[in-house]
């Protein structure tokens, strides 16, 4: 059993998962990227998984599935944002499970950044593309807050909190930064934010996190925490009436605040 991943772009990663002769490549966005990661390991992906089907993240699909012959699979919610060259083969609406040879990998429907987010589990890890990052979840320009909210409060919150939390970008300093001016004397996220900047000084990815600890740090998983329904009432002079609420209202604060780097 192999996970691997590797950064394109500035802040995107692709994922390689090799379980014996069995192989896929998780958001494939940068097609020379995801090439080399698998040529790295000597495999040949006999599988595409994408989590959701903006560009930035499906870019490199039509060449990764030329290369390989691998098989496209995605949420058909997402058809309309998928690039004119990629197509969905195998629609993962309704599946609870992919199986892919060797690999078997658990699908959760994640609606909410976009109507056709989904998230996949597998080996203790989980791969949630836009929708839960380090210390964040996903922008709702194309999808809906309240259905994200849902998400993450429902689908997500009946998560084991051991799962590896492997998003599809790194955006821990800018929303570690906003979880820290929120909660100023919250320990773990500046606990974390301290290891994100010491990976990023060494030249080195940042380690993943769990899910348990996103909670912990992370006030999209944590919304109706005192000390989060303070901090909104606060700077918008409306203290929100339950999680879905205070989620809703966070996501808006976040989209509008300008990143400003929390003090060591």
């Known amino acids: 059993m192999l996970v691997d991943r ?15 002769d069995s192989a ?32 930035d993240h499906t870019g490199g699909t039509a060449e990764v599935k030329a290369a390989f ?3 496209v699979h ?7 944002l998928y690039p004119p060259d990629v197509g969905v083969d195998v ?26 987010s989904v998230l996949y589990a597998w080996q203790g890890r989980l791969f949630t593309g836009d929708t839960i990052f380090w210390g964040g979840v996903g922008r709702c320009k194309y999808g809906d807050p309240e259905e994200l909210a849902r998400t993450c409060g429902l689908e997500v919150a009946r998560l084991d909190g051991a799962l590896e939390v492997d998003p599809g970008h790194d955006y ?14 919250n320990l773990a996220a500046r606990q974390a934010l301290a290891e994100a ?22 006030p999209f998983l944590r919304p109706d925490a005192p000390a989060i329904l303070d901090a909104l009432e606060a700077r918008t002079g409306v203290r929100p009436r ?7 209202a966070l996501r808006r604060l976040k989209d509008d605040w300008q990143y400003r780097p929390a003090p060591p």
């Open 91 to 116: 629609d993962v609406d309704g599946r609870d499970w992919l199986e892919l040879g060797a690999l078997r990998i658990r699908v959760h429907p994640a609606p909410g950044h976009t109507p056709g």
């Open 24 to 55: 896929a490549l998780v958001d494939p966005g940068d097609a020379a990227v995801a090439i080399a990661l698998a040529g790295a390991h000597g495999v040949r992906p006999q599988a595409i998984l994408h989590t959701h089907g903006h560009a």
């Open 74 to 80: 995605g949420h058909r919610g997402d058809t309309p």
């Open 172 to 185: 821990a300093e800018n929303n570690l930064s906003f979880a820290l001016e929120l909660e100023p004397g």
């Open 242 to 248: 339950g999680a879905q609420e205070a989620f809703v």
């Open 6 to 20: 590797r950064r394109y772009s500035k802040d995107n990663y692709v994922y390689l998962l090799v379980e014996g």
């Open 69 to 71: 012959g691998a098989v």
């Open 197 to 218: 900047r010491a990976a990023q000084a060494a030249g080195e990815e940042p380690r993943p996190t769990t899910l348990a600890r996103e909670r912990a740090v992370n």
